[in-house]
């Protein structure tokens, strides 16, 4: 995919949080520092086609530095793991991820493998409490 942003809102109390994507290879998110300033500015950030969770635990630390320099670290922040079906979110969320989102695949996807997702729902090894993952992002963890 090309170099793309979008702009997603998320539910998060009375006001809607903005979140930012980037659309392409995640290791060129760590090079490109208006891609990091632009995530940092928003309320959280969707990297896309992440490979490994340690893609994703440098990527919160770079926002973590951008957050703490800009002083907003102590404010709501999230990071959104985008993850294929079967793919265990919690490795993802010890490197930092406060959502989980399911990634169907554009061919192939059958109503079938959405029910199967929506009846199995998330893994019992995610109860670690949501503010300790997003003490990671804040910067504090």
Known sequence: MGLSNAVVSGPAGPLARVWTARCDSPTD????ASVKRRAARYQGFIPVNLEHPEQL??????????????GSAAQPYDIVAVLPPGTDPA???EAGATWWLVEFPAEGSTADL????????????LDDPVSHRKSHVQGHG
Do not use: H, K, M
């Open 29 to 32: 998110f760590s090079s490109i």
């Open 57 to 70: 635990a440098q990527i919160v630390a770079d926002l973590g530095e951008l957050r703490q320099a800009a």
């Open 91 to 93: 490795p993802y969320a």
């Open 114 to 125: 959405v029910r199967t997702v929506i009846r199995d729902g998330p893994r019992g090894d």
